[in-house]
């Protein structure tokens, strides 16, 4: 099946630090693909395209199918995000193809001039895989919701969006949360029926700015 690219909601805007006691990377691994979101920017501002990704470089951890989502966010405001949902190719190639397309493939956002770039903060999010949520009504699912924690996905027939862990901030309150996501999805806030299917996960995320990465030369 082919992975869903999904771009995060205009109320995403700075991510939440969520701790995720599996698969976690170490600092290493976090610097690198913090690079790696970076050099892909750069370079598609010098080159125009995706820079291709050497898998053998990296370690192991990075080379596991992984789902992420990349964020830029200006000024504390959304500036693009890009993601998928379900691991398909390896994690480290993953996020430069997300920091890529997050830059210059946003359709809601012109592409991101180099003169940006000094002004971005740039959120790396990384999936674990998604859980089906069992219920019988709405009452039943929002009773089992975890705000600050929870990412959901909803599907509803050919309607499907998600929000990430960060929206809570946003919207604290899990009426409001589920309310905003069958908007998203293309559905009524008061939409309910016997065939909504409602997944949850969680991310693992971290942050940087152009001056926190080392200099080369």
């Not at 805007?13 to 701790?19: R, S």
């Not at 050099?39 to 820079?51: F, H, K, T, V």
């Not at 809601?108 to 770039?117: A, H, M, V, W, Y």
Request: with cysteine.
């Amino acid at each position: 099946m082919n992975p869903d690219l999904l771009f995060c909601s205009r109320r995403h805007m700075v991510e939440t630090m969520i701790e995720v006691t599996t698969d976690r990377l170490g600092s290493v691994e976090r610097d690198t693909l913090m690079a790696v979101a970076f050099e892909s920017i750069a370079y598609g501002l010098d080159n125009g395209c995706a820079p291709e990704t050497k898998l053998d470089t990296y370690p192991e951890p990075l080379q596991q199918e992984r789902a992420s989502f990349v964020t830029l966010n200006k000024h504390g405001m959304l500036r693009g995000c890009i993601g998928h949902l379900e691991a398909f190719q390896p994690l480290v190639k993953d996020v430069a193809d997300n920091a890529y397309a997050a830059a210059f493939r946003d359709p809601r956002f012109p592409p991101l001039k180099r003169s940006e770039l000094s002004s971005i903060e740039l959120h790396i999010s990384i999936l674990t895989p998604s859980v089906p949520l069992e219920f019988t009504s709405e009452a039943e699912l929002l009773a089992q919701l975890r705000p600050g924690r929870d990412g959901l996905i909803l599907k509803e027939g050919y309607n499907r969006g998600t929000f990430l862990p960060s929206v809570w901030d946003s919207l604290p309150q899990p009426e409001d949360f589920l309310r905003q996501l069958k908007r998203k999805a293309g559905l009524p806030e008061n939409h309910w029926s016997g065939s909504v299917q409602i997944f949850r996960y969680e991310t693992e995320s971290f942050s940087s700015r152009p001056e926190d990465q080392p200099q080369k030369g």
